[in-house]
């Protein structure tokens, strides 16, 4: 049976349009980007099968466009169409942050972190450089480590947000393992980094831990 003749409350479009695109499964969501499935499958049958094979779908979607138009049921220019959609969600998410607006929700950070950090092979730390109204001046990876961690040097931070003129810091990691709970080794280099910078009177706003799923903040915590 073709999608269009699925029930209307079941086909991925409808369903995003009547209640949202946070509905609908992954497979939908990939579903209609496909636009069509393979021969004697539907979009969303063919979805399900690139996921199964080649998913989930954050595995999926990080290949780089060469590579996903080989894989069945896509091609180049379904490749370009998904490669493209990624860039314009990162573009989003850049503009919220770009300078000329305050920082006024701190989890678009988070999400701005995820999207850089999320689904690495190892462990990067990266800073947001804020002016004094929290408006985002850079974005920098400065350390860079193995599967396991980073070494993050507290002085080099400092040294970097004197450079851009900064009043204050949001750092971020991740965790290459996809588990975003923070470890003691994050909280004891949290509470030198924050000290570090208290003393050039610049402050450290949060630190989130990037892994599957919400960034974690140890602010929201109590951490900092």
């Known amino acids: 049976m073709h999608i269009r003749d699925w029930p209307a409350a079941e086909r991925p479009r409808e369903k995003l349009l009547a209640r949202g695109a946070c509905i609908l499964s992954d497979a939908e969501l990939l579903a209609i980007f496909l636009g069509s499935g393979l021969r004697g499958r539907d979009a969303v049958a063919t979805a399900r099968e690139l996921l199964a094979e080649h998913g989930p779908l954050r595995t999926l979607l990080q290949r780089p466009p ?10 180049p220019a379904r490749a370009c169409a998904l490669t493209a959609a990624l860039e314009l969600g990162q573009r989003l998410l850049q503009a919220e942050l ?3 607006a305050a920082l006024s929700d701190p989890q678009s950070a988070g999400r701005y972190f995820a999207q850089r950090l999320r689904g690495l092979p190892q462990e990067v730390f990266a800073a947001l450089f804020l002016d004094t109204r929290h ?3 850079a974005f920098e990876e400065l350390f860079q480590g193995t599967l ?5 040097h507290p002085r080099e931070v400092v040294r970097r947000a004197l450079g851009h003129n900064a009043a204050a ?3 971020a990691h991740n965790h290459p393992s996809g588990n975003p709970e923070p470890s003691a080794a994050d909280r004891a280099v949290t509470a030198r980094l924050k000290q570090a910078l208290a003393l050039v009177d610049l402050r450290l706003l949060d630190h989130f831990v990037i892994g ?3 960034p974690v903040s140890l602010a929201a915590r109590g951490w900092i």
Request: glycine content about 18%.
């Open 66 to 75: 060469k590579e996903l138009q080989r894989l069945r049921g896509l091609g």
């Open 98 to 100: 770009e300078r000329g």
């Open 135 to 137: 408006r985002v001046i």
């Open 148 to 152: 396991d961690g980073a070494e993050v």
């Open 169 to 171: 810091v949001i750092v």
């Open 212 to 214: 599957d799923g919400e």
